[in-house]
Every structure is written in C-alpha cells, then in structure tokens.
C-alpha cells in the first residue's frame, strides 16, 4: 500500500518535472511546478512528516510560486526572450550542473537500495516530526543559521522596497 | 488500519462532503432569499413550494448552457481554473469536527475525516492554493478584465493571508495546539469559549476570512462596475458555476473553521452536537450574507491599506498583548 502510494508520487513528481523544463510558456511551466512542490508535499506526509509537508505547501506552493506566477503574467513574457547567445551559455551550464546533479542522484539511489525499497517511505520517527521537537532544534542548535536566515529576509524586504522607492522618484 | 477503518474513513467523506455539496446548493438560494429580504423584496420563490427546488432549476439550466472557450485562451488552463479554485474550498472541510465522537460496536468513531494534528496548519496550506484557479483563470482568458480580476484577487489573498496566519497565533499560544478536535475539547463552556479568550484575534480572524472568500467588502476582483465580472467574465456554463460553487464552499468551510475554533465547534448543552455544530455554522452563513446585503465595496487602494497598515499591525499586537497576558 504505501510502496504503491510512493510509486505514483514518485512518477507524478518525475512527470511533472520534466513538465518544467520542457513546456514553452513560462506560466505552464510555473504551473508543473506548484504541481511539484504539491507532490513533494505528498511524499513528506507519506513519510509522516505532515508538519514539514504542510509547510512546503504553505511556503512553497502557496507564497513563493503565487509571486512567480504574479510576476511572470505582470510582466508577460514571452516565449522567445532569450538571446542565441544565451542559450549557448545556458546550455552549457546546464550540462555542468545536470552531470553533477546526476553523480548526486546516483550516489542517494546507492545509498538508498542498500537500505532496501523501505527506507524510501519509512515513517520519520514521532520524537523528529513533531512541532515542539523542530522548533527546539531551531531554537538552540541551528539557532545562529536560523537569525542568518531571517537577517537575509530583511536585506531583502529592504532591497526591495529601495528598488520600489528609487522608481517613484524619477 | 484494516479494512473497517477504511470503510469507515469512505462513509465519512461521502458523508461529510456529500451534506456540504447539499449545503453549497442551497447557499445559492438562501443568500437570494435574504438578500431579497433585507432589500424588501421577495426573491425565487417560484420553483417547488417557496423556491425550494430553485437550485435544482438552476444546475440544470446552468449545464445544458453553450460551453464557450475564447479565442486565444488556453484551453487547458481556462478548463483547469475552476476546478482549482473549487477543490481547496471543499478540502478544507476534511479537518473540522462535525460532533462528538461516537461509540459504535465498541469503535470509538471520530466525526471528522481526518484529525491530522496540524489541523490548522492544514488549514492555511490549503486556502493558499485557492488562489490559483483564480489567478489561472483570469489570465488564462486571454481578455483584459479578467486578468485585472486575477492579479488584483492575488494581491489582496497574500495580504490578508499574511494577517489571517497571525491572527491565530494568539489562539494557537493559548490552545498549544494545531489539532482542531484538541482546540474543540478546551472550549467546553460558553467561558471557555476562545471569541472571549481571543476578542481582537477573532475579529481580524473573521475580516481576513471574509477577504479570502471575495466577497463583499472585498469583492474587488469581481467588482462589476470596474471589471465587467472581473476574472469569471469570459466563463459559461458549469465552469462559471464552478466558480460559484466554490465561493460558496469556501463560505461554509469557513463558518465551520469560525465556529470551531472560537465558538466551541459542536459543544453545546440538550441539542445533539452536530445540531449544535450546524446551528452555530447557520448564524455565521446568515451573517455572511447580512454583510453582504448591507456594505458597500471598499476602494482598491483602501482595501490594500486596511489590510497592511491596519490588520497587520493588530494581528502583531494581538500576540503581543495574548504573550504578556499568558506570563503574567
């Protein structure tokens, strides 16, 4: 049952990938994503991690790709945008990266067939899932990456409303 | 889980879903009746005895109408939107307690579809997706009216979802917990009631909520008079009814999530609980459309300052007075 609830995350999540990168118009292609982000959230709740998939949907699938796709119909692009000189370099960092990104996978399947097809939706263990027990971790072990993180929002919020400000004044 | 629990676990959902489709079909012609009658009119009452059957007539008319798909639009898209914004509504219903927990053949049955313990968390996640098939909709109509109907729907949902999400923070501090069966267990006397415990949370909690739904106040990406419909004017046929379903849906879905998490879900003295639970939904439906028969619209530019510059800093402070007030 839950080895046949995998597969067909694992083959949705894969489908919708490749739906991506290959679709032409940017706003599918958002769309496959959000579609993604949906399906790794299934996988998280699958493995009992429903606090960890309630966030990806909240964060990711909810705010962050709302604003993508917000951005992309504001400022209607088009499917022809990108210069033939682009493309090459894109390309050729696409190369870079997919064979590096490949080694990676090939090294998680590895390890994960060595655990046996189970690892793959093992429940994670009730003292891990758990609210209380993320957000004491946050709080005292990851605390100095966590304050990173939020000083890094602020830069942001504050970049941001500087470009904002500098447009109204001309 | 064994086969039972499955079985059971079905006949919850098609219960649970099948009573909130009924109640989206007859949401239609309760909020005609009443709005008729606060504007001093009569409404349908010509279908079956007092309209009873008015919804019926319409689903009907409503299906066999020209399905229309704009030139230019696209067609996967335009045809997905509803079901989008559909969906979500209904799946927000599958964390609410409708009653008590029940005792049968020595099973202890839960009444609610699934009592995950991030209830509330479930909750947010599944209202901001919502607001795709909105936004989809609206560009995928390839029209202008539709597309500002869409991005200004999107502007105004993450605005008041930033709000709504801290407006239950206060409740969540003093509940500490997400499960929704949890916080209906701690309101077990009209005191303990968590619109007392909570009164600023509650009122940011149920203007956010209002927001979400586009309604009036809010309903500034339907607005007629600026945006024809705004981004269901290029729908027909049962997709615009998909549309309406929808809002509808979302309307009940949020009585329910108003009256359990702070009037006391199902708790109440005599009546049966799921009496109760749909007593108390019933008020919050009535007084959605009483706001609608009796407010005007808000202006774009009002609607977005009352959301950042007046919610925002409230729902801030609402956590701030609740910390103060659970350490002292």
């Known amino acids: 049952m839950q080895l046949a609830i995998f597969i067909i995350f694992a083959i949705l999540c894969i489908f919708g990938s490749i739906l991506v990168i290959t679709l032409r118009s940017a706003v599918s292609s958002a769309i496959a994503l959000v579609f993604v982000m949906c399906v790794i959230a299934g996988l998280f709740a699958l493995v009992g991690a429903l606090f960890v998939a309630a966030l990806q949907v909240i964060v990711y699938a909810g705010a962050v790709m709302v604003l993508f796709l917000f951005i992309i119909m504001l400022l209607n692009l088009k499917e022809e945008l990108i210069s033939e000189d682009d493309k090459k370099f894109t390309r050729f960092l696409g190369i870079v990266l997919g064979t590096a990104f490949l080694f990676e996978l090939a090294f998680f399947v590895r390890t994960a067939l060595m655990r046996g097809s189970e690892a793959l939706y093992e429940p994670v263990p009730k003292t891990l899932s758990s609210i209380a027990v993320i957000s004491s971790e946050l709080f005292t072990k990851f605390l100095f990456p966590f304050e990173l993180t939020s000083v890094l929002l602020l830069i942001a919020i504050v970049g941001a409303i500087l470009l904002a400000k500098k447009k109204n004044e001309k | ?328």
Not at chain 2, 27 to 36: C, I, P, S, W, Y
Not at chain 2, 301 to 328: E, S
Request: with cysteine; glycine share 8%.
């Open chain 2, 1 to 328: 889980m064994d086969t039972l629990d499955i079985i059971l676990t079905i006949v919850k959902v098609l219960v649970i879903f099948g009573g909130l489709m009924l109640m989206v079909a007859y949401m239609t012609l309760f909020e005609r009746r009443v709005v008729a009658w606060i504007q001093n009119r009569i409404g349908p009452n010509r279908v079956g005895p007092n309209g009873i059957l008015q919804p019926i007539a319409d689903a009907i008319k409503l299906l066999t109408k020209e399905d229309v798909l704009p030139a230019g639009a696209n067609k996967i898209i335009f045809s997905l939107a509803p079901t989008i914004t559909f969906i979500p509504a209904l799946l927000t219903i599958a964390v609410v307690p409708v009653s008590s927990s029940l005792t049968l053949f020595g099973r202890n049955i839960t009444m609610v579809i699934s009592d995950m313990n991030i209830g509330i968390l479930y909750i947010l996640a599944v209202s901001s997706i919502g607001v795709y098939g909105i936004i989809l909709g609206g560009w995928a109509s390839n029209s202008k009216y539709p597309l500002l109907g869409g991005i200004r729907s999107t502007a105004q949902m993450i605005s008041y979802e930033v709000s709504m999400g801290l407006a239950l923070v206060g409740l969540l501090m003093i509940a500490g917990t997400f499960s929704m069966t949890e916080i209906v267990n701690q309101q077990s006397s009209i005191i303990k009631w968590f619109v007392f415990r909570q009164p600023l949370g509650f009122i940011l909690f149920a203007i956010c909520a209002l927001a979400e739904t586009n309604r009036i106040p809010f309903d500034l990406p339907e607005a007629e008079s600026e945006l024809v419909g705004g981004y269901n004017t290029e729908y027909s046929s049962m997709k615009f009814a998909m549309f309406f379903m929808a809002e509808y849906a979302h309307i009940i879905a949020v009585s329910a999530i108003i009256t359990t998490l702070y009037f006391g879900g199902w708790q109440g003295p005599i009546l049966p609980p799921i009496i109760w639970f749909l007593i108390k939904v019933g008020f919050f439906l009535f007084a959605f459309v009483w706001i609608r028969g009796t407010l005007p619209r808000f202006r774009y530019d009002q609607l977005m300052r009352f959301g950042w510059l007046i919610l925002l800093p409230l729902a801030l402070l609402n956590i701030l007075l609740t910390g103060i007030f659970m350490v002292l």
